[in-house]
């Protein structure tokens, strides 16, 4: 009896064993991101259609690509374990992740460690590529050029008293601290007010009543999508007047956010790094294709985020020479950390070139610095927005 | 079946009749060459985790299995250790051998505050209270700027021992196992003490523990403030694990829910109970990791299911089937002597 | 401006109530604490969310189907769950945490089961309210009418029930004590069946009214869940005009907490003001003596 539990233990671990070895001749990558959202799904599921695409087409120089998708609940600890796993236990070439900035600063440490490439799909906070790994690359905007543009703009334009309030989320809090610094740096001003809510708060109004006395010229909100829809209808409930310009963090393009704010969307201004009412022809292309794919009316820079992604990296595996065998593990993962940080100038859906370059500081590794400042002009189900600009921000902006 | 139940329990018996400390030493050396049998490093993260899982539901079982007090803010004391030893770490660069035992106190201390409404209060009651507690603790830290707030508390320092850095998920391991160790044998020991029968009074009836003499109160907040250190201790461990980055979204209600869930699967008041639930719930978790949120709602029929058709847990099993062995042995043994004072009388 | 605090509190404070309401029914007559309430109340919202905006229902009907469905998914999940539970206990109570675990993990199961059925997405409800009413220098949406009118007749309603009524008499005996009620003929689990199908039916008009002002999200029952707790425990667990009043006071403290002393910390007071008052006064402002372990 006894003799048989270990054999059967035994025969467990070299099915392990086996199933590990039987997988080399394919490009592994795990992506771990936030699954429990539905655009999250829907991105999770064009990346895998995306790569079976590619798949379909004869693959990468005739390699296949596998992609193995989890879901990290936007938990560090989650999103650590699911890094460990790919890194670890399924020997990825490369690992997508994470839509949260709070999950990617982690995970930064881990593929550092474990030598892995890492491109970031989501997270906009700063930190993520100034912790000096040379394995991370981030496709998104960065917190940092985000708060200038917006700065700038705001300050010019609108007025440089404003109360700041904002959820507890790694990215809002970037956003809204970034401009705070940014309005301190560029114009010597202090916030009017400075609070912080819950992430997913329901009742905002005892902020926005002391806002209220403040003579504000604009209040900035960073939140994820449906507090933020709270925080703007209750902001007009408690007669903050529309003269006070409402500003929001790019969660606001976010789709639900228009649709369930209604009115009280119009007038929004925020810097993103997408907008479905771009009119190139690449981003009308873009929207019919995720309109006929998984039914999404408005397309916002999630989407378009993820779909960059995808490209960079199939850009990137093409030109990396790979042996793909259990020996040149490591040298295939460099090889692909080598080829994606030589993606330079590519045009895709962002509003501006995307380049990556060797060394391993932000300069580099930040690789989107164009975001586009947008306003929405109508709320609801066919909500619009105008682009105000386009901005590309110098590589080294917000650094010390 | 048989064998393989019965003979490490002979085993720990024999060893332990040499000397108690004895079995503690044997189980140590054997889990010693553990990262070696593993495949990969993912797997020795896993038991890392499992370590300060182990930790962490032993001393939510003292409190809760052995002393009968229905706490749901475990979970804030273990962020409460946790964030002191990051703090200590991170902003006044003090070594891993004062931060761990800082956060054991610092949770002492909230534990005392976390048993105080015992005083008063019983099972819901009493459940909302320290459900108040974990929420307000839980919404400090997220507010707070000096702990990091939603952007989480990273770089927290690994350990280090005369010059050896124990930086990797191998050689973590290593400084884990005795603590691991430490904190089940010291479960054993209290619980054959004295304190542990009057946990298990107070649990029982508290009135009638009361009137033999017990100081209902003072066992209450015993069990609370040692039930603290171990989350304290779990708290520390975990954040000095690698990548030393700690986040509010890792102490919410969710996962005190898989706390009491390793609890309640492995056995309420029953040590090895905890144990097993910790190892089966993280090796589960992990195994289900590609079904997204199926995996949740797995792990909620889970939940339901053993509260619902095993109360007892799986510690509750295996105790039902040595004392149903015990008592089919203790039925053949009466009917050998029947049978032979039979067949004697038969003779006579 | 302390005008303005006020309206604020009250009128969250008045969602707090009406959630509380249910807690506090399902505590006095089973003597348990239902961690799935929050996720009831949620299934509760999108039903009224289907049949108002797919189904094109009037406002009024589609706030009482919902409460009927709703009532039906309870005593579903009672007969079919909790029952083992309550039954275990001799004489139908559970004395311990059995119950709170169980919650936890309904309430895990039915939030995913949502997720499955809705997605994640928020959801609006068309809105069915004309223009908002305006009390000093805020524009309450009417919403906030309809969860005034409805909880307070709800609870009128259920006051009237238990206090005057034959089977509120059968229902008082029941959470007095089951196996005196069972002797005296008085059908026990039909009674426990339907006062946690009516505590279901009391979320559910709690997420048709509150769906207009906060969206339908599957997400949308936890923090309300536990500021609802508090308000049921503050104002006396297990009366149903305690609920309302706790609902008020959480609402009102947490507003002036916010106001005055630091806004940010404002989910912080409630449950400060809830162990307080468990540690000076733990049956509340209304509460019949809190009950010891069964």
């Known amino acids: 009896m006894k003799r048989l539990g270990t054999c059967a233990v035994l025969a467990a671990l070299m099915t392990t064993v086996a199933a590990t070895a039987a997988s080399a001749e394919t490009i592994r990558i795990g992506a771990t991101m936030r699954m429990i959202s539905e655009n999250g799904q829907k991105y999770g599921q064009m990346m895998q259609d995306e790569f079976d695409a590619i798949n379909a087409a004869g693959g990468i120089n005739g390699a296949e690509v596998e992609l193995i998708l989890l879901n990290d609940e936007c938990k560090s600890d989650k999103g650590v374990a699911n890094a460990n796993r790919f890194v670890y236990q399924d020997n990825v070439h490369l690992v997508i992740g994470s839509t949260c900035s709070s999950v990617s600063l982690p995970i930064v440490d881990v593929t550092a460690q474990a030598e892995v490439p890492q491109i970031i799909p989501h997270s906009t906070n700063h930190e993520i590529t100034q912790k000096g790994s040379e394995w991370v690359f981030r496709v998104p905007i960065s917190a940092r050029y985000y708060k200038g543009v917006m700065a700038k703009y705001v300050g010019e334009n609108i007025g440089t008293n404003i109360a700041y309030v904002y959820a507890s989320d790694a990215a809002a809090q970037a956003d809204t601290e970034g401009l705070r610094d940014e309005m301190r740096q560029q114009f010597g001003v202090e916030p009017a007010y400075w609070g912080q809510t819950q992430e997913k708060e329901i009742d905002f109004r005892s902020h926005l009543l002391k806002i209220k006395t403040l003579d504000v010229d604009a209040v900035f909100i960073g939140a994820l999508q449906e507090p933020m829809a709270r925080f703007l209808v209750q902001s007009y409930e408690v007669g903050i007047p529309a003269d006070v310009k409402r500003l929001a963090n790019s969660s606001a393009s976010n789709a639900p956010v228009p649709k369930l704010a209604g009115d009280a969307i119009k007038g929004v201004f925020f810097s993103a790094a997408y907008s479905d009412s771009d009119d190139r022809q690449i981003a009308q292309d873009f929207n019919q294709l995720m309109k006929e794919r998984y039914d999404v009316d408005k397309v916002d820079h999630d989407f378009s985020q993820a779909w960059d992604l995808i490209r960079i990296v199939e850009i990137a595996l093409n030109n990396a020479e790979l042996e793909l065998t259990d020996e040149s593990l490591a040298a295939d993962r460099a090889a692909i950390r080598d080829a994606i940080a030589n993606v330079s100038d590519y045009q895709g859906l962002a509003s501006g070139p995307i380049s990556f370059c060797a060394e391993s500081t932000p300069e580099c590794r930040d690789g989107n610095r164009t975001p586009v400042l947008i306003e929405y002009l109508s709320g609801g189900e066919d909500f619009e927005v105008g682009i105000l600009d386009r901005v590309t921000m110098p590589v080294d902006f917000g650094l010390e | ?348 | 401006m302390f005008f303005d605090f006020l309206v604020v509190g009250l009128s969250i404070g008045l969602v707090y109530g009406l959630v509380a309401l249910g807690i506090s029914l399902i505590y006095s007559g089973l003597d348990i604490v239902h961690f799935a309430h929050g996720e009831v109340f949620m299934f509760g919202a999108f039903f009224g969310l289907v049949l108002y905006n797919n189904m094109g229902f009037s406002y009024p009907i589609t706030l009482f189907l919902a409460m009927i469905l709703t009532g039906i998914m309870g005593v579903i999940l009672e007969r079919v769950f909790y029952r083992r539970l309550t039954s275990q206990g001799g004489g139908y109570t559970v004395a311990g945490m059995g119950m709170i675990i169980c919650g936890f993990g309904m309430a895990i199961i039915l939030q995913n089961v949502a997720f499955l059925i809705w997605g994640a997405e928020g959801h609006a409800f068309d809105l069915p309210f004309s223009m908002p009413m305006q009390i000093g220098g805020i524009a309450l949406p009417k919403a906030y009418l309809w969860i005034l009118l409805v909880s307070v007749s709800l609870m009128v309603l259920l006051h009237l029930l238990l206090k005057k009524t034959k089977l509120g008499l059968a229902i008082r005996a029941v959470a007095a004590n089951k196996d005196i009620a069972y002797l005296m003929g008085v059908n026990v689990p039909l009674m426990i069946s339907l006062i946690f199908g009516v505590a279901c039916a009391l979320a559910a008009a709690g997420g048709v009214l509150i769906g207009p002002i906060n969206y339908v999200q599957v997400e949308m029952g936890y923090l309300i869940l536990i500021k609802a707790f508090a308000a049921a425990v503050i104002g006396g667990f297990g009366s149903l005009p305690g609920a309302v009043l706790g609902g008020l006071t959480v609402g009102v403290f947490e507003t002036f907490g916010a106001a005055y002393i630091s806004g940010s910390h404002k989910d912080i007071y409630a449950f400060l003001l809830l162990i307080i008052v468990l540690l000076v006064k733990p049956t509340g402002f209304l509460g019949v003596l809190a009950k010891v372990k069964a």
């Open chain 2, 1 to 348: 079946m048989d064998v393989v139940l019965q003979a490490p329990r002979n085993g720990i018996a024999r060893l332990a009749a040499i000397h108690p400390v004895l079995p503690w030493i044997v189980a140590f050396v054997v889990l010693l060459p553990l990262p070696y049998l593993t495949t990969n490093n993912y797997q020795i993260y896993l038991i890392n985790h499992i370590g300060v899982m182990i930790i962490l539901a032993t001393g939510l079982n003292i409190v809760k299995g052995y002393c009968g007090q229905v706490t749901v803010g475990h979970v804030a004391v273990y962020a409460i250790g946790a964030y002191t030893a990051a703090v200590l770490s991170v902003y006044f660069a003090m070594p891993f051998w004062i931060t761990l035992p800082s956060a054991m106190i610092v949770s002492m201390l909230f534990g005392v505050l976390v048993g105080f409404p015992s005083f008063r209060l019983e099972g819901a009651y009493l459940a909302l209270a320290t459900l108040g507690f974990a929420q307000a603790v839980e919404v400090f830290i997220r507010v707070t700027d000096y702990l990091g707030s939603a952007s989480g508390l990273g770089g927290i320092k690994a350990p280090v021992l005369f010059g050896f850095s124990f930086d990797t998920y191998q050689t973590y391991y290593y400084l884990m196992l005795p603590f691991v160790l430490f904190a089940i044998y010291f479960a054993f020991a209290l619980l054959k003490s004295s304190t542990g029968r009057a946990f298990m009074a107070v649990r029982e009836d508290p009135v009638s523990a009361a009137a033999t003499g017990v100081n209902v109160r003072r066992y209450k907040l015993l069990a609370f403030v040692i039930s603290a250190a171990y989350a304290g201790m779990a708290g520390a461990l975990l954040a000095h694990m690698r990548p030393g980055y700690i986040h509010p979204n890792n102490f919410t209600i969710i996962e005190m829910v898989v706390v009491l869930l390793m609890v309640v699967l492995g056995g309420i008041g029953n040590i090895w109970g905890a144990i097993i639930g910790a190892i089966l719930v993280t090796i589960i978790a992990d195994l289900t990791r590609d079904l997204y949120h199926y995996q949740l709602l797995a792990f909620g029929l889970v939940i339901v299911g053993t509260v619902l058709f095993m109360p007892k847990g799986i510690g509750g099993l295996i105790d039902r089937y040595f004392v149903s062995r015990s008592f089919v042995a203790a039925r053949d043994k009466t009917a050998e002597r029947v049978r032979t004072q039979l067949d004697g009388d038969g003779e006579g």
